[in-house]
């Protein structure tokens, strides 16, 4: 591994030593809880930051608390070295909310309102929202089970031109 | 058999080093210093923090369980073959490493077991055969190399562990001996096998980060995967080629390392990346596009600046004639009063026309200055090597962009679920922002939902069609109606030019009709473009095409306004030259006459008093200059009336008003991202065209583009509001590289007319006295190279030699072009095609076994049991985890398995892994945690389908 691999090593350990509190600090296998990882600034704002946490975390409470190596996981998959085959792999475990190994409608009509924001002046109707799981199941369920899974999923991410520099993460 | 014991260590090592993770690596390891030095031996190695169940393994030594391994251990044993001298006293450790194997593999339970299992067999065998062998060369090879840091430390404590071991047990021999002997007795099979084996490590140390793996997983396999390289590595070169070959590794490591970074501090170089950032997360990636292609325009030309001002202006400022000392570097003495004038300096007279900005200025001396500088030579080199070097960046760009962009030619096809599952840019760290796309978000689900809705209802085509023809009518007849506009005008001022007695209209009529030509028809087009009703990034399109041809009938009426002047000017100066040349003739004719010498001094006149041509070229320049400088400030004070002084009168009047100025008719300003970059690159296109005859110019476009970056970041984040519709640009914006390109081409063709036909003046510039530019290069040749090289490019400028030439080229391009179809094909077939045929066909058939789901549930909370069983270590959990993670539900599964991507690759997945799509496949005993192995039971389903 080169020296920049150690640099942000360093930063990222910076940066996650920073949540830890006083006496944590001393504890080996640290794990930061849920709460005080989303209060990065990275994360603050993004829709998925619970998502996000629950699927990097190795925790056995499944509280979503991060030790470092988690921290890292994460770090690596949102970064830009990262290729499509992993990223579109978490993004897919991101988007799967109920962690079922599909994105059935369920999942879609949580990953809707979580694009569209908390307040209702940008929420669909449900109509609007039958709809629209309807066409994106038309467009990607290929084997017209009902639900996307991960090959259908990556089949249409990796021919978007974009999803590979928007879903990044840089400290 | 201390091969074997050497790969059991390796992973008892693994296991143990992951138990506790991240911490304390290094005191387990001086830990371990200690425990191997006093007890002789290897054996409390990677049980660091179990030192109390060290005493029980060595007395377990003897009855070594071999059971559990005795059916690997049979393989290596026998291709040991012909090496029975070692194995005798390898059998002597064999006991001992056989128990420690044991009791560590009882200990770990399934882990070692595990990591075994991730191991080819080949791979092991090999290994365990190996292993022992190495101590002396471990040695060696970490020393020498770089590994992980941690892998390395390792590496040598296991070799010092190791060499302990050895001396105990066969005190006889020397460690340097038994070593020299091991090495001859690797044979040319083994030693390609191992280099195999060590490629395939490389690989995967290569393709780590293309797993989706966990970091502790990946931290294992790459630990490994490195220690095993560093260890084999050194062994493949032979004798003393070793050495050599360590030390190639060694470089080629570094390089490696060295280009990252290097690539690291050129991605940490790119300016603006947060500016661009916040437009783009105001208003969308289409305004960005534009700021970003800014960016690459700034950067284009700041490499042309450092061209022109390091080869030419500089070294005729340093190291040519000052100032005065020369006509042309002089104002006549007619100009010398109002040289200084203000309303003079601004129309590029005066003291500017005879400055460094402008070719007039320079001299035509062959060499300058002490290093011998061939100014004209280098002025010509640089002025061919502008366009040469502007042609290949837009060229290379335009091919980069098009590889990137190859998802854009099934656009359409996922509208939706690219809006759902790709439009969330995780980049936002801004609660204000996230509100922006929250919304730009909603919107754009309801407009695509309302789309759809409205291509169910099957809307009327015909109207539709109708209405686009129509548009594209009334366009043309506007486009055609603009340009005999121009050509009447055109036609009216050269009357005009014969005539002094005109009107300030008159005078003034051609720039008037164009200034309200480039005013009315970009808005009239786009009123006209309503009717056609395309997707607003399709429309773009449309109007940047339309006001391109536009702007295209101003270029060109411009250029040849210019061309008639050129030619007059000429005819002038053929005049003055004659005169002068005639002035000189009778001058010198007297002054031999008078004073009977020879010897011919020129006519005792100041500079500033020499007769002079009109010199066209630094009249072209100045012409150029003059356009770009008042584009400048035509642009920036549109942004300031037009955008911020509307800004201003709406936010405030609006207090007292009759009606709601924001919501209401004036509004905001939106920013207007087609006339933006059409002024960019017809700006662009100015200065191709004039840096050859001012050098200055491309200074000035630097300093233009640079001020103009911040000023319009300023105006659009402070004045503009987000399009009405906001979308995203095609990520390839190759469709302005595209004009760039036309733009670069048309202002080619003109510079490289006058470089080829028109005669340079015969005072001015840097060919000056020469027929024809271009023969500074004959020159050049004919003194400065040896004679042989003259002939041969008489010989290559044959075009007997030139058609051929070009022949191939053409021929070379068919043939890279349908190569490069084929491959495209080829590329296509098999992974969209074949992905989604594949997809199919694994998915259909499953359908029908979809219908008992019963085995699907249950194994899951076993799983998740597995998962929070406590105090069992790292791996095991690990592997259970991401195994139940990506195959919760066997009907999602097939495909994946198929999928070409690395994902199949991952440890523990056998090659049974992949094979039932069938229920029941993954779990039942299979998934079981006992130390059998987790993952081992994979490929017990039923037989797939």
């Known amino acids: ?171 | 058999m201390p091969r074997k014991k050497d790969t059991d260590d390796i992973n008892i090592e693994m296991d143990a080093d992951e138990s506790e993770s991240d911490d304390g690596g290094n005191n387990k390891r001086t830990n371990n210093r200690r425990q191997g030095a006093g007890r002789g031996g290897a054996r409390g190695r990677g049980r660091g923090k179990k030192p109390t169940s060290e005493d029980e393994d060595e007395e377990d030594e003897d009855e070594a369980p071999r059971g559990r391994r005795g059916a690997n251990k049979k393989k290596p044993v026998k291709k040991r073959g012909g090496r029975n001298a070692k194995d005798d006293d390898d059998s002597e450790d064999e006991a001992p490493k056989k128990g420690r194997k044991g009791a560590a593999n009882k200990k770990k339970g399934g882990k070692a077991q595990d990591s075994d299992d991730d191991d080819s067999d080949a791979g092991k065998g090999k290994k365990g055969k190996r292993g022992g062998k190495k101590g002396g060369k471990d040695e060696e090879d970490s020393k020498g190399k770089k590994g992980d840091a941690k892998g390395k430390d390792k590496g040598k404590d296991k070799d010092n562990d190791k060499k302990k071991k050895k001396k105990k047990d066969d005190s006889s021999d020397s460690d340097s001996n038994t070593n020299s002997e091991e090495e001859e007795s690797m044979s040319e099979g083994e030693m390609a096998r191992l280099m195999e084996e060590v490629e395939e490590k490389k690989k995967l140390i290569a393709t780590i980060r293309n797993k989706p793996w966990r970091m502790k997983r990946r931290l294992v396999h790459l630990k490994e995967a490195q220690e095993f390289v560093d260890k084999f590595e050194g062994a493949l070169g032979k004798g003393k080629g070793r050495k050599w070959y360590a030390y190639k590794v060694m470089m080629k490591k570094k390089w490696i390392k060295f280009s990252r970074d290097f690539e690291n501090f050129r991605t940490a170089c790119i300016p603006w990346e947060r500016k661009i950032k916040e437009v783009e997360s105001h208003f969308g990636s289409s305004v960005a596009s534009y700021f970003i292609f800014l960016r690459w325009m700034y950067g284009m030309n700041l490499v042309l600046f450092g061209f022109t001002f390091g080869l030419v202006v500089i070294p005729e400022v340093l190291m040519g004639l000052p100032y005065g000392s020369i006509p042309r570097k002089t104002v006549p003495r007619a100009d010398q009063d109002t040289a200084q004038d203000y309303s003079v300096l601004m129309d590029f007279q005066g003291y500017c026309k005879y400055s460094i900005m402008f070719y007039g200025y320079y001299n035509n001396q062959r060499t300058i200055g002490l290093l011998k500088f061939r100014l004209p030579l280098s002025y010509l080199m640089v002025g061919i090597g502008t366009f040469g070097y502007s042609l290949m960046v837009v060229i290379s760009t335009m091919a980069k962009n098009a590889d990137v962009g190859g998802g854009d030619g099934d656009e359409g096809e996922f509208t939706f679920a690219w809006k759902m599952f790709t439009s969330w840019d995780y980049l936002i760290g801004n609660s204000e922002t996230a509100d922006n796309k929250y919304a730009s978000i909603t919107t754009s689900f309801k407009e695509s939902i309302v789309d759809e809705q409205e291509n169910q209802k099957d809307e009327n085509i015909h109207l539709r069609r109708f209405l686009r023809v129509l548009a594209n009518l009334m366009i043309l007849c506007s486009l055609g109606g603009s340009g005999y506009l121009i050509y009447f005008v055109v036609k009216r001022s050269q009357e005009f030019a014969n005539r002094d007695d005109l009107s300030w209209y008159e005078k003034n009529e051609l720039e008037l009709i164009m200034s309200l030509l480039g005013l009315v028809c970009p808005p009239l087009f786009e009123t006209i473009a309503e009717l056609e009703d395309y997707h607003p990034r399709i429309a773009l399109k449309w109007q940047l095409g339309r006001i391109f041809a536009l702007f295209l009938g101003n270029l060109y009426t411009f250029l040849f306004a210019l061309f008639d002047e050129v030619n007059t000017k000429l005819e002038e100066e053929g005049a003055i030259r004659n005169a002068s040349l005639w002035a000189m003739k009778e001058y010198y004719a007297n002054y031999t006459l008078f004073l009977n010498n020879s010897n011919l001094t020129p006519p005792p006149m100041p500079p500033a008093d020499v007769i002079r041509g009109p010199c066209w070229e630094t009249a072209v320049g100045i012409e150029f200059v003059k356009l770009t400088v008042s584009d400048i400030q035509v642009s920036y004070l549109t942004i300031l009336i037009g955008d911020f002084a509307r800004a201003v009168i709406v936010r405030f009047l609006n207090y007292c008003w009759c009606w709601d100025l924001e919501a209401g008719f004036p509004s905001y300003g939106e920013f207007d991202i087609s006339g933006n970059v059409l002024g960019l690159v017809f700006n662009q296109g100015m200065i191709w065209m004039g840096a050859f005859y001012a050098p200055g110019l491309v200074g000035i476009n630097v300093l233009r583009l640079l001020s103009s970056m911040y000023y319009q970041c300023w105006a659009v984040m402070a004045t503009n509001v987000p399009h009405e519709r906001v979308f995203k640009a095609s990520k390839s914006n190759n469709f302005y590289m595209g004009l760039l390109l036309l733009i670069l081409f048309l202002s080619l063709l003109p510079v490289v007319f006058t470089i080829m036909t028109l005669p340079p003046s015969f005072d001015c510039g840097p060919f000056s006295g020469k027929p024809y530019m271009f023969d500074v290069i004959m020159e050049t040749i004919d003194l400065d190279l040896p004679a042989f090289l003259g002939t041969l490019f008489s010989y290559a400028a044959n075009p007997g030699l030139i058609i051929p030439a070009v022949l191939l080229m053409v021929l070379a391009i068919y043939y890279l072009n349908s190569a490069r179809d084929e491959e495209k094909n080829r590329r296509n077939n098999t992974d969209s095609t074949n992905q989604v045929m594949k997809d199919l066909e694994d998915l259909l058939p499953k359908g029908s076994l979809m219908a008992p789901p019963e085995p699907e549930k249950p194994p899951e909370p076993e799983s998740r049991l597995t998962k929070t069983k406590p105090g069992s270590a790292g791996k095991g959990v690990n592997l259970q985890k991401d195994v139940a993670l990506a195959s919760p539900n066997p009907n999602a599964r097939g495909p994946v398995n198929r999928s070409p991507g690395p994902r199949g690759a991952g440890p523990g997945q056998g090659p049974g892994r992949g094979q039932g799509p069938g229920p029941g496949r993954g779990q039942g005993p299979g998934r079981g945690q006992g130390p059998g192995g987790p993952g081992r039971g994979r490929g017990r389903g039923p037989p797939p389908r």
């Open chain 1, 1 to 171: 591994m080169s020296m920049s691999f150690f640099i942000h090593l360093f930063s990222a350990h910076k940066r996650f030593t920073e949540l830890l509190t006083k006496d944590e600090k001393d504890l080996p296998n640290n794990r930061v809880p849920m709460e005080r990882i989303l209060t990065l600034p990275e994360l603050k704002s993004n829709p998925f930051r619970k998502r996000i946490c629950n699927v990097f975390s190795t925790s056995e409470y499944k509280d979503g608390g991060l030790t470092f190596e988690d921290f890292l996981d994460l770090l690596s998959a949102f970064s830009d070295s990262a290729t499509l085959e992993i990223k579109s792999h978490y993004a897919f475990r991101i988007f799967d909310f109920d962690d079922d190994g599909t994105l059935d409608c369920g999942d879609l009509e949580k990953l809707v309102n979580c694009l569209t924001g908390e307040t209702d002046d940008t929420r669909l109707t449900p109509e609007e929202m039958r709809q629209l799981i309807n066409n994106i199941l038309e467009e990607s369920d290929i084997d017209k089970d009902g639900t996307v899974n991960l090959s259908e999923f990556q089949h249409v991410i990796s021919r978007s031109p974009d999803f590979v520099s928007s879903f990044k993460i840089v400290l």
